[in-house]
């Protein structure tokens, strides 16, 4: 008989995951009363744990500020997560303790046991993305950070200097890029020239102002929150030389501030940003979100029309023909797209190619070759939404903030000779 031939297996590192935040996005669970949304069994966490099921992370960790919400959210994970799918393992290793009420630094000690190489997931309220990220990347930890990254440019551009500095990789979670639909739409965009006109709205049912009331309007606002998709989408189709210069920003009011919300916040926001194209030409994207829409099929209306010079792409993405009606519910409108948590015929997750799956599991993909000398982090920028890549992101979402507070437009500066598309300041125009 010939001798088995045994080929030496490749030992790969595979990094640990700390979460930082457990709210809805991250666990599914906001509170006894239950999530109302599409993210009844969240994101993030089914994602990293269907990951580790596959051998592709190592430990899960998660940090919040009020320990006492973990036995409840293991309960969560078990009922919605480990007792619906087949050999998925919920556990995690907490900070704070169960029997600590309040420690908004539980971040640090959770960020202290992790090892350089090992990766790090954002979701918290947005003013307090800067610390975090910050303090991860120092350690020498990949950091991926919801959108927006921060609320101010500054921050943004410490960020991508710190990354360079601790050579790591920082991105922001646009998960829209991972959308099929919107990705084609995007390589279709640019075949037809300069970019001249971009209409987008995005918006949720006003019962999310109870889940958000911690932060609505206090911390963080409607543009940050939901404008950021499609001004990155402008950013991505623009990667070869347009530029944002100037914003405009106008708020509608009425609903968030009256009972029983009495949050701070405005009800719609919309920018209008001027932009000027790679020629020299003039170009203007307009962009509306709302969380104040009445209740329908969908948890989402998201849609935009982006006009090149020779060509329009449109893109109408909250209706995708799939509907679902019962006697016990109101007609709904799924997406399966983002995120589809029916299991295979077998019992196991199935959703590895949901677009809300992607984004995070391509981040830690990417952290993982670099950690086996396969890449740098250098080599995901224009790949994926890097912090080198997204500062006019933030520069769009800022001003935009700024223009509502000081009533007036405000012009995005650009005095980066090196990098003539990096914006590196906000003032008010002259």
């Known amino acids: 008989m010939p001798v088995e031939r045994v080929l030496p297996q490749t030992v790969r590192n595979v990094p640990n995951v700390l979460m930082v935040g457990t709210g809805e996005y991250t666990t599914g669970w906001i509170g006894e009363k239950g999530s109302e949304s599409d993210k009844k069994k969240g994101v993030v966490f089914l994602t990293v744990s269907d990951m580790k099921r596959r051998g592709l992370v190592g430990d ?47 971040y640090l000690k959770a960020l202290d ?20 990220a910050k303090a991860a990347i120092q350690r020498g930890l990949h950091v991926l950070i919801a959108k927006p990254p921060v609320k101010m440019l500054a921050h943004h551009l410490a960020l991508m200097d710190l990354a360079a500095q601790h050579g790591v990789l920082a991105c922001v979670e646009v998960h829209k890029r991972w959308d099929p639909i919107y ?51 402008s950013v991505w189709i623009n990667a070869d030389g347009a530029k944002p210069v100037c914003v405009t920003a106008s708020g509608a009011t009425g609903i968030a ?11 719609l926001i919309t920018l209008m940003v001027d932009w000027e194209t790679r020629s020299g030409n003039k170009g203007i994207g307009v962009y509306s979100a709302s969380w104040v829409e009445p209740e329908s099929d969908v948890h989402s209306q998201q849609w935009f029309t982006c006009i090149m010079r020779s060509g ?40 590895q190619n949901g677009y809300g799956y992607v984004s995070i599991a391509t981040f830690i993909e990417a952290a993982e070759m670099i950690a086996n000398g396969e890449k740098t982090p250098g080599d995901f920028d ?10 006019q992101l933030t520069a769009v979402l800022e001003a935009g903030r700024r223009s509502l507070d000081e009533g007036r437009k405000m012009a995005i500066r650009y005095e980066n000779a090196a990098d003539p598309a990096l914006p590196t300041a906000i003032a008010p125009c002259l």
């Open 382 to 391: 224009g790949v994926l939404a890097t912090v080198g890549k997204t500062a």
């Open 60 to 106: 899960l960790f998660m940090a919040g500020t009020n320990g006492t919400k973990f036995p409840d959210i293991r309960q969560h994970l078990k009922s919605q997560i480990a007792d619906v799918y087949r050999d998925m393992d919920v556990s995690f290793t907490s900070f704070p303790g169960d029997d600590v009420a309040r420690d908004p630094n539980a």
């Open 257 to 267: 501030s009256s009972p029983p919300y009495n949050l701070p916040a405005e009800d």
């Open 113 to 132: 046991a992790m090892q350089p190489g090992d990766v790090v997931i954002v979701f918290t309220p947005d003013d307090t993305h800067f610390e975090i």
């Open 183 to 233: 990705a084609d739409a995007v390589v279709e965009a640019r075949k037809h020239g300069d970019f001249s006109y971009f209409y987008s709205y995005m918006s949720q049912p006003k019962k999310q102002l109870e889940t958000f009331k911690r932060w609505a309007g206090k911390s963080s606002d409607i543009s940050y929150y939901l404008n950021a998709h499609h001004v990155d989408l």
């Open 312 to 351: 329009r792409v449109q893109v109408l993405q909250d209706q995708r023909g799939y509907k679902i009606t019962a006697d016990d519910r109101q007609v709904e409108s799924r997406n399966p797209l983002f995120m589809k948590y029916s299991p295979d015929a077998e019992g196991y997750f199935n959703g």
